[in-house]
């Protein structure tokens, strides 16, 4: 069985701040992969980003970055400069060879950011 | 358009009650999911299915059915809707291959009285 931890419930910054939102997961397949989902206010669900486990490459997408270290199994989403328009519930998902694309969610994080 | 989409997007209704849910892709997908949202547990499986003549059961499928009429529609059923199945429901698709990115649905907020 597979489990996603985002310890961070809710999480308050002010416009051009740099955040994190923190990932931990736990599986016992050596072969997984990881995503970060958005939802937006308007309540649909934006996929940002897949890792394969094999890949322990950092990710850098404009303002996001993405940090993957399998020593402490976590996945953890950097928003630098932070705007009004990054508001939103994100979500880290983790599947396995195993489990098909059968995705397992954490309990997601909800970014508010102040002007 | 969209290429997921579910309707109804708003649901009301009383314990007791059949409640279908239903979802439509133009992405060509064969793979097709339901979810609901509740809030602090993110999102939880109900059922998927890979192809037209395949379903399975998710995490959550106890008080719930689906039917795969076509690759194209994938309904969700509450057969007696209870008050702990109020959520947000999610429909997703994803092509065929290993963990392949999920495109999610609108989604669709029932509440159960």
């Known amino acids: 069985a597979q489990k996603v931890t985002q310890a961070q419930t809710e999480i308050s910054v002010v416009e051009k701040e740099d955040v994190t939102l923190d990932c931990v997961y736990e599986?016992?397949?050596?072969?997984?992969?990881l995503f970060w989902y958005k939802q937006p206010p308007s309540g649909e669900l934006v996929f940002l980003i897949r890792?394969?486990?094999?890949?322990?490459q950092n990710e850098i997408s404009g303002r996001y970055s993405w940090n993957f270290q399998k020593s402490t199994s976590s996945f953890n989403f950097t928003i630098t400069a932070s705007q009004v328009v990054d508001s939103a519930v994100y979500f880290c998902?983790?599947?396995?060879?195993?489990?098909?694309?059968?995705?397992?969610f954490g309990g997601g994080t909800r970014l508010m950011v102040k002007p | 358009d969209a290429d997921v989409t579910q309707t109804p997007r708003n649901r009301i209704t009383k314990t007791g009650k059949r409640i279908m849910l239903e979802c439509s892709q133009t992405?060509?997908?064969?793979?097709m999911y339901w979810y609901r949202q509740d809030p602090g547990l993110g999102l939880r499986l109900i059922y998927y299915?890979?192809?037209?003549?395949?379903?399975n059961k998710g995490e959550i499928s106890d008080g719930y059915s689906v039917s795969r009429q076509a690759q194209a529609k994938f309904s969700l059923s509450l057969e007696s809707a209870i008050p702990n199945q109020t959520a947000l429901y999610f429909c997703?698709?994803?092509?065929?291959?290993?963990?392949?990115?999920?495109?999610f649905g609108p989604g669709t907020r029932l509440t159960v009285l």
């Open positions: 299915s890979f192809d037209v003549k395949d379903i």
């Open positions: 890792r394969n486990s094999f890949d322990e």
């Open positions: 992405k060509g997908h064969d793979r």
């Open positions: 997703a698709t994803s092509d065929t291959g290993l963990a392949l990115e999920q495109f």
């Open positions: 599986t016992r397949d050596t072969t997984y992969y």
């Open positions: 998902a983790l599947t396995t060879d195993n489990a098909g694309n059968m995705l397992t």
